[in-house]
Each structure stands twice: as structure tokens, then as C-alpha cells.
């Protein structure tokens, strides 16, 4: 199991473009793989060890106040959701080896959903609330139409 390097083919509003693609391999030299167990795909530019230290930045930061510890909770999770969405620095589906806002690139998918887990983690949030954030998230999106509009309710304009 060594890395690998590939160039995928890609299509986004009826335009084709390329995009190259590495794997990553953990600390034991063992592919880093999805949950039914296939290679995940990153961008060439993506450096795991950087994505750990931007979530141990955010970490919350406990206190003996519950309130307080509440409160950087909060602000430490509106950092990495700022991070992680469409549009954000660590949003690897748009913004992938020196491209930054640039058309959607499926392949970095479940990178994505990875380095979300990852920067998580490291920030100090449990799985099981990173899975239900992730899901959140993801279903808020899937409502979301292309033109901007939710499907639940018109805006007026």
C-alpha cells in the first residue's frame, strides 16, 4: 500500500475538467479508506498534518464555567463549519491544488467528508456530534436548489 497518484476527469455545468489526485496513507503505511473500504482520493495539495492543526487552533476550550465552556463550544464549531463549507478554506471539493472557488470536483467528496472528521477530531468534538454537524449540514444542502432558492419557501424579491 504506497500512495498513489491519478488524474481524474471531471464535469461540472457541462464543462469537463481535469483534476490530479493523490491517496494518503496513515502513520502504519495503510491506505486511508471510506467506510465500505475504497481508496479516498485527495487533492496533490492536501496536507493532512496542516488540517490537524487548524482543528487543534479552534480547539474549545473547557472551563469551570458552563457557560462559558458553552460558549467557546459554539464559537470553535462556527470556525470549522466557516472552514469546511462551500466557499471556505478547507472546502476541498472547490478549492483543490491551487484552485480556490473553482468548479465542484465530485471526486474530492469523501475527502471532504474525511478532512471534516479529521479537523474535528483534532479540535476536540466527539464523533458521534461530528457525524450528526456533517449530516446536518449535508441535508440542509440537498434542499438547497441550484438557482439559491429553498425549495421549502420563496423568497420575495
Same mark, same amino acid.
Given at each position: 500500500?504506497?500512495?498513489?497518484? &491519478?488524474?481524474?476527469?471531471?464535469? !461540472?455545468?457541462?464543462?469537463?475538467?481535469?483534476?490530479?489526485? %493523490?491517496?494518503?496513507?496513515? /502513520? !502504519?503505511?495503510?491506505?486511508?479508506?471510506?467506510?465500505?473500504?475504497? %481508496?479516498?482520493?485527495?487533492?496533490?495539495?492536501?496536507?493532512?498534518?496542516?488540517?490537524?492543526? !487548524? /482543528? %487543534?487552533?479552534?480547539?474549545?476550550?473547557?472551563?469551570?464555567?458552563?457557560?462559558?465552556?458553552?460558549?467557546?463550544?459554539? !464559537?470553535? +464549531?462556527?470556525?470549522?463549519?466557516?472552514?469546511?463549507?462551500? +466557499?471556505?478554506?478547507?472546502?476541498?471539493?472547490?478549492?483543490?491544488? +491551487?484552485?480556490?472557488?473553482?468548479?465542484?470536483?465530485?471526486?474530492?467528496?469523501?475527502?471532504?467528508?474525511?478532512?471534516?472528521?479529521?479537523?474535528?477530531?483534532?479540535?476536540?468534538?466527539?464523533?458521534?456530534?461530528?457525524?450528526?454537524? /456533517?449530516?446536518?449540514?449535508?441535508? &440542509?444542502?440537498?434542499?438547497? &436548489?441550484?438557482?439559491?432558492?429553498?425549495?421549502?419557501?420563496?423568497?420575495?424579491?
Amino acid at each position: 500500500m504506497a500512495q498513489e497518484f &491519478r488524474t481524474f476527469s471531471q464535469t !461540472f455545468n457541462n464543462q469537463t475538467f481535469q483534476v490530479q489526485a %493523490k491517496t494518503i496513507v496513515d /502513520g !502504519f503505511g495503510r491506505d486511508v479508506v471510506s467506510a465500505n473500504g475504497q %481508496k479516498i482520493w485527495f487533492p496533490l495539495d492536501f496536507d493532512p498534518a496542516a488540517a490537524i492543526g !487548524f /482543528g %487543534k487552533s479552534i480547539v474549545a476550550v473547557a472551563t469551570n464555567d458552563l457557560g462559558q465552556t458553552a460558549g467557546n463550544i459554539l !464559537f470553535s +464549531g462556527l470556525d470549522l463549519i466557516d472552514a469546511v463549507q462551500a +466557499g471556505g478554506r478547507w472546502d476541498l471539493q472547490r478549492s483543490y491544488n +491551487g484552485v480556490v472557488n473553482g468548479p465542484f470536483a465530485e471526486v474530492f467528496t469523501p475527502a471532504a467528508s474525511y478532512t471534516f472528521g479529521l479537523i474535528g477530531a483534532a479540535a476536540g468534538y466527539p464523533e458521534v456530534l461530528l457525524q450528526a454537524g /456533517g449530516g446536518l449540514y449535508n441535508l &440542509r444542502n440537498i434542499y438547497d &436548489r441550484p438557482d439559491g432558492r429553498h425549495i421549502f419557501w420563496q423568497q420575495s424579491e
